[in-house]
DNA sequence: AGCACAAATGAGAATGATTATCAAAATCAA
DNA sequence: TTGATTTTGATAATCATTCTCATTTGTGCT
């Protein structure tokens, strides 16, 4: 694994959540590393292919980069606090693994998440 | 309803399908109207606020609208083609709830989307 | 019609994320 | 070490989207 792309990870895991790639650089920068931005972007890149990294689109269009935890996973998101909660979704995977059968599609990915209000907002 | 809101509606219909904000400029240009690119996008920011119309994202996070049909639904769409099939998805509504009230949340919207490659490609 | 005032429009500039370039630096193999 | 290959950082380029502002258009009133 490339420096940079350990530098990426390590910023993410200490985001914890979700995080933009100029978030990702700027953080960095703060520690003092001179990480340039394009190479926070192609280490972001390089993650995301190997899927070690989710990445999902603001409102606004902008990527936003989470680490993977373990196996496939969607999120249930609060949009005025910001707290995310990684759901489990088995009945969405077999509907979707149905519905893509049905119309004779092959390779089909899907993108699911759900957001709302928590509890507390 | 102002006249360019009329025009880019009518541009949506004549796709069929998703366009962009640059397409419906150009395709609108094509047709002879002196409409201006800011109008086009003043017209679809209206369209998705009053929800005539449906936004989303490219991978590559340009956004992408189409005329809204009558209610809710999600969509199939061909990678490499482009074709979209409108899908119906009662098991992922009901999941869609039952995951929002067990985690204490209201008001959850949900975005589903699956891609992949359709018969042809 | 003629006028005042508000809303809509178009052209072009500004913004901001992402990507492309390219030369310098690090890594590697022999 | 030497020469090839890969990685990197700075910077410029791209491109969708938004902003600005002067001009046009629409509306109500007389
Ligand atoms: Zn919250
Ligand atoms: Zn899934
Ligand atoms: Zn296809
Ligand atoms: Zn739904």
Redesign the interface.
Known sequence: MSKSLNQVISTLERAGGFASAQEVYSNLRKQGKTTGLATVYRALQKAVSEKSVDVL?KED???LYRLCTTGHHHH?L?ISCGKT?E?E?S??E???NT??KN?????????????????KC
Chains 1, 2 share one sequence.
Request: with cysteine; glycine share 12%; hydrophobic share 55%.
């Open positions: 689109r269009g902008e990527a249930l609060c909660i759901i979704g009945a969405v077999k509907w979707a519905v893509a119309h004779g599609f092959r390779a089909v990915t899907h993108v699911v998440e759900l957001s709302g209000l928590c509890a």
